[in-house]
């Protein structure tokens, strides 16, 4: 299975927090490819800079800590992202759906509003 973890999974995931159980074997087993967007990263160091959010500081090692594959934002995820319904008016998620879509990805997510793109997901 291919992953890509929301924000808020990645960050529960590091904290060590509750994930549905079925995400959570997903994202813990060595089998399956679990990628971390780039969308992701730019999104939680800007929250932290509002002080909206705590996140580790070391990002880029605790991805390679838990074996996570960064994923970059390439310009079709760009193009792709502009050009979803506004389902989600979030451009962070409307990247991740895009590089879900694009990369034949699984998202993992607890946001509903996921459900409305034509996109793999499993609830967190």
Same mark, same amino acid.
């Given at each position: 299975m291919r992953l890509l973890l929301d924000t808020h999974v990645l960050i529960w995931w590091l904290e060590v927090r509750e994930i549905d159980g079925n995400a959570?074997?997903? #994202?813990?087993?060595?089998?399956?490819?679990?990628?971390?967007? !780039?969308?992701?990263?730019? +999104? #939680?160091?800007?929250?932290?800079?509002?002080?909206?959010?705590? !996140?580790?500081?070391?990002? +880029?090692e605790q991805l390679e800590r838990h074996s996570f594959i960064p994923l970059p934002i390439s310009v079709r995820h760009g193009i792709d992202a502009g050009a979803l319904p506004l389902y989600h008016r979030d451009p962070f998620d409307r990247v991740l759906v895009a590089q879900a879509k694009g990369e034949n990805l699984t998202l993992v997510t607890r946001d509903a509003a996921f459900s409305a793109y034509d996109v793999s997901v499993l609830p967190a």
């Open positions: 959570s074997v997903a #994202i813990g087993d060595p089998a399956n490819a679990v990628f971390v967007s !780039a969308a992701s990263a730019w +999104e #939680i160091a800007i929250k932290k800079t509002l002080a909206k959010l705590r !996140a580790p500081n070391d990002l +880029e």
